[in-house]
């Protein structure tokens, strides 16, 4: 049976590769897709723009209230996330194309040739994975350097305000 269905689709692929030059030829060139295609209806907001769905992830942060797993969901803010609305306000803030932190992917890690300062900020760690945007993220934070401290605090009140 599975021989016969890989048979029927190698024959199936070979007619319509033959077919596709006669088609072009008697109706122009296929049309391109726009790029970036659209995004499902379920991951944009009423307006639009990309929704924001994210788990986030954190422990160790030294504040028991703050160790916890957490949704947030953004356009509308919500979900069990304890300030939902300010994390979103900041997420959008860091996607605005202009400001002072304009345009910056919070999830991006520190790349590998950083100078950071060598300082501990603690053993909290956190992991963010969802939608942001319209882009998967799944990202990791730590606080064991300045860099990453750095990384961490830039994405707060989405992760605790730890010391």
């Known amino acids: 049976m599975l021989r016969r269905l890989a048979l ?24 391109l ?3 970036p ?36 969901r953004c356009l509308p803010a919500g979900g069990s996330h ?11 803030e860091l996607a605005r194309p202009t400001g002072r932190q304009a ?22 760690t956190a992991r963010v994975t969802g939608i942001w945007q319209g882009q998967h993220v799944d990202a990791s934070f730590d606080r064991t350097n300045g860099c990453e401290i750095a990384r961490w605090n830039t994405l707060r009140p989405v992760l605790p305000n730890v010391r």
């Open 8 to 31: 029927t689709a190698v024959a199936s692929f070979a007619v319509l590769s033959a077919a596709a030059p006669a088609a072009t030829a008697a109706t122009g060139p296929l049309p």
């Open 103 to 124: 345009g910056t992917d919070p999830f991006r890690p520190v790349p590998a040739d950083a100078m950071c300062t060598q300082q501990f900020g603690g053993s909290a």
């Open 37 to 72: 295609l659209p995004l499902p209806s379920a991951l944009q907001g009423d307006d639009g723009t990309a929704k924001t769905r994210l788990t986030v992830t954190v422990s160790d942060s030294g504040d028991r209230e703050a160790d916890g797993v957490y949704e947030l």
């Open 82 to 92: 304890p300030v939902a609305q300010q994390a979103c306000e900041r997420l959008a």
């Open 33 to 35: 897709l726009s790029l």
